[in-house]
């Protein structure tokens, strides 16, 4: 069950991690690695295709008060939507590795679609009080993914290479 179909979860934002297709994790070695990063972090909803290649999982790191889908996307749409997004993050402020980042884009014909949530806390009812939401999950998971696959991370959002 996606995180999108569940209450107790909130939307938050959307990170890519480009890649070439050729570079996709099997399912086992995908969620070992996760596994590795903190014990706390539990892992469902793994799913790979017929030949053993990731497809999706979901992450819950209870200590941060999140959680992510995590979806594999290849094809057409996806080398159209990364040629698209290369020319917007060309017309922003880029530092030198950033510039080393994005002459890679071109050879990337995949993603994963990493769906970054909150989890809500429904007994407090202070808006004032502090955000909970720690993103330390977050920005390890897409260290960790561009790590095992050459990726790059890219914030949508804010048309930023991570």
């Not at 330390?136 to 991370?153: D, P, R, S």
Request: contains cysteine.
């Amino acid at each position: 069950m996606s995180l999108f179909e569940n209450d107790e979860y909130q939307w938050r934002e959307t990170y890519f991690v480009l890649m070439a297709s050729a570079r996709r994790p099997t399912g086992d070695v995908l969620q070992g690695t996760l596994r590795q990063l903190d014990r706390r972090y539990k892992i469902t909803n793994v799913r790979s295709d017929e030949t053993g290649q990731f497809e999706g999982l979901t992450l819950v790191s209870p200590d941060d008060n999140a959680a992510m889908d995590v979806v594999y996307l290849a094809g057409e749409e996806v080398i159209e939507q990364t040629a698209d997004m290369a020319g917007e993050l060309r017309r922003g402020p880029l530092e030198d590795d950033q510039r080393q980042l994005l002459k890679r884009v071109p050879e990337c014909d995949a993603r994963f679609d990493v769906f970054h949530f909150e989890q809500m806390d429904f007994l407090s009812v202070d808006e004032d009080e502090e955000e909970c939401l720690d993103p330390g999950a977050l920005l390890i998971v897409l260290e960790t993914l561009a790590e095992l696959c050459n990726g790059i991370v890219v914030d949508p959002q804010s048309g930023s290479l991570l």
